[in-house]
Protein backbone atom coordinates (compact mmCIF):
# COMPACT_ATOMS: atom_id res chain seq x y z
CA UNK A 1 0.00 0.00 0.00
CA UNK A 2 2.92 2.46 0.90
CA UNK A 3 4.73 1.77 -2.16
CA UNK A 4 1.57 2.10 -4.36
CA UNK A 5 1.28 5.56 -2.87
CA UNK A 6 4.50 6.65 -2.90
CA UNK A 7 4.31 5.88 -7.00
CA UNK A 8 1.18 8.11 -7.60
CA UNK A 9 2.70 10.73 -5.38
CA UNK A 10 6.26 10.16 -7.70
CA UNK A 11 4.05 9.91 -10.48
CA UNK A 12 2.26 13.46 -10.09
CA UNK A 13 5.27 15.35 -9.36
CA UNK A 14 6.90 14.13 -12.42
CA UNK A 15 4.07 14.59 -14.48
CA UNK A 16 3.80 18.19 -13.45
CA UNK A 17 7.62 18.87 -13.59
CA UNK A 18 7.49 17.73 -16.94
CA UNK A 19 4.38 19.14 -18.37
CA UNK A 20 6.06 22.54 -16.41
CA UNK A 21 9.29 22.42 -18.18
CA UNK A 22 7.48 21.58 -21.89
CA UNK A 23 5.08 24.47 -21.35
CA UNK A 24 7.87 26.75 -20.87
CA UNK A 25 10.31 25.36 -24.03
CA UNK A 26 7.18 25.91 -26.03
CA UNK A 27 5.89 29.55 -24.52
CA UNK A 28 9.93 30.57 -25.33
CA UNK A 29 9.89 28.62 -28.83
CA UNK A 30 10.23 31.48 -31.96
CA UNK A 31 6.34 32.59 -34.03
CA UNK A 32 7.36 30.40 -36.44
CA UNK A 33 7.43 27.40 -34.76
CA UNK A 34 3.49 28.29 -34.04
CA UNK A 35 2.81 29.18 -37.93
CA UNK A 36 4.21 25.39 -39.12
CA UNK A 37 3.10 23.37 -36.30
CA UNK A 38 -0.97 22.59 -35.80
CA UNK A 39 -2.32 23.19 -32.30
CA UNK A 40 -3.54 19.35 -32.29
CA UNK A 41 0.13 18.03 -32.57
CA UNK A 42 1.37 20.61 -29.83
CA UNK A 43 -1.47 19.06 -27.54
CA UNK A 44 -0.95 15.94 -28.64
CA UNK A 45 2.93 15.82 -27.62
CA UNK A 46 1.90 17.38 -24.41
CA UNK A 47 -0.69 14.53 -23.52
CA UNK A 48 1.43 11.68 -24.68
CA UNK A 49 4.16 12.64 -22.42
CA UNK A 50 1.69 12.97 -19.42
CA UNK A 51 0.40 9.90 -20.42
CA UNK A 52 3.62 8.05 -20.37
CA UNK A 53 4.51 9.43 -16.81
CA UNK A 54 0.59 8.25 -15.80
CA UNK A 55 0.10 5.39 -17.06
CA UNK A 56 3.54 3.68 -18.29
CA UNK A 57 6.32 4.68 -15.86
CA UNK A 58 4.89 3.49 -12.78
CA UNK A 59 3.92 0.22 -13.14
CA UNK A 60 7.38 -0.20 -14.71
CA UNK A 61 9.19 1.23 -11.75
CA UNK A 62 6.94 -1.55 -9.15
CA UNK A 63 7.58 -3.90 -11.71
CA UNK A 64 11.54 -3.66 -11.33
CA UNK A 65 11.39 -3.21 -7.83
CA UNK A 66 9.52 -6.32 -7.55
CA UNK A 67 11.96 -8.21 -10.11
CA UNK A 68 15.13 -7.09 -7.97
CA UNK A 69 13.62 -7.63 -4.48
CA UNK A 70 12.85 -11.18 -5.60
CA UNK A 71 16.48 -11.97 -7.06
CA UNK A 72 17.74 -11.02 -3.57
CA UNK A 73 15.65 -12.77 -1.77
CA UNK A 74 16.24 -16.00 -4.00
CA UNK A 75 19.91 -15.25 -3.60
CA UNK A 76 19.26 -14.91 0.00
CA UNK A 77 17.54 -17.93 0.14
CA UNK A 78 20.24 -19.73 -1.80
CA UNK A 79 23.00 -18.68 0.15
CA UNK A 80 21.45 -19.79 3.57
CA UNK A 81 20.62 -23.05 2.47
CA UNK A 82 24.00 -23.78 0.70
CA UNK A 83 26.96 -21.76 1.45
CA UNK A 84 29.01 -23.35 -0.62
CA UNK A 85 26.94 -21.66 -3.27
CA UNK A 86 28.81 -18.05 -2.50
CA UNK A 87 31.96 -19.90 -3.65
CA UNK A 88 30.56 -20.39 -6.97
CA UNK A 89 28.65 -17.24 -7.11
CA UNK A 90 31.66 -14.51 -6.21
CA UNK A 91 34.21 -15.66 -9.22
CA UNK A 92 30.93 -15.30 -11.57
CA UNK A 93 30.15 -11.98 -10.30
CA UNK A 94 33.66 -10.43 -10.71
CA UNK A 95 33.85 -12.28 -14.07
CA UNK A 96 30.28 -10.68 -14.93
CA UNK A 97 31.53 -7.20 -13.92
CA UNK A 98 34.81 -7.70 -15.90
CA UNK A 99 33.06 -8.41 -18.90
CA UNK A 100 29.90 -5.85 -18.76
CA UNK A 101 31.68 -2.72 -16.93
CA UNK A 102 33.20 -1.83 -20.14
CA UNK A 103 29.63 -2.03 -22.10
CA UNK A 104 28.63 0.44 -19.72
CA UNK A 105 31.59 2.77 -19.74
CA UNK A 106 31.41 3.07 -23.65
CA UNK A 107 27.59 3.48 -23.76
CA UNK A 108 27.39 1.09 -26.68
CA UNK A 109 27.46 -3.02 -27.19
CA UNK A 110 30.79 -2.72 -29.02
CA UNK A 111 32.53 -1.96 -25.72
CA UNK A 112 30.85 -5.65 -24.91
CA UNK A 113 32.30 -6.87 -28.09
CA UNK A 114 35.58 -5.88 -27.28
CA UNK A 115 35.83 -7.44 -23.98
CA UNK A 116 34.30 -10.62 -25.00
CA UNK A 117 36.62 -11.01 -27.73
CA UNK A 118 39.87 -10.31 -25.22
CA UNK A 119 38.60 -12.37 -22.49
CA UNK A 120 37.91 -15.28 -25.45
CA UNK A 121 41.77 -15.03 -27.07
CA UNK A 122 43.24 -15.00 -23.27
CA UNK A 123 41.45 -18.32 -23.15
CA UNK A 124 42.54 -19.77 -26.28
CA UNK A 125 45.94 -18.58 -25.73
CA UNK A 126 46.36 -20.42 -22.17
CA UNK A 127 44.09 -23.34 -23.35
CA UNK A 128 46.67 -23.76 -26.05
CA UNK A 129 49.48 -23.64 -23.56
CA UNK A 130 51.02 -20.13 -24.78
CA UNK A 131 51.96 -17.36 -22.25
CA UNK A 132 49.98 -14.37 -22.42
CA UNK A 133 52.59 -11.91 -21.65
Same mark, same amino acid.
Given at each position: ???AFTMVVGSVQAARL?? $? #??LHNKIRSPQSFFDTTPSGRILN???????VIDEVLAPTILMLFNSFYTSISTLVV?? #? $???????????? #?VLY %????VPAWMGGTL? %? #?GGALEWAWSVYMHTAQGGRRF
Open positions: MLSLH $S #ALRFSKDIYIV #A $STPLFIVVVLPL #A %GFVQH %G #A
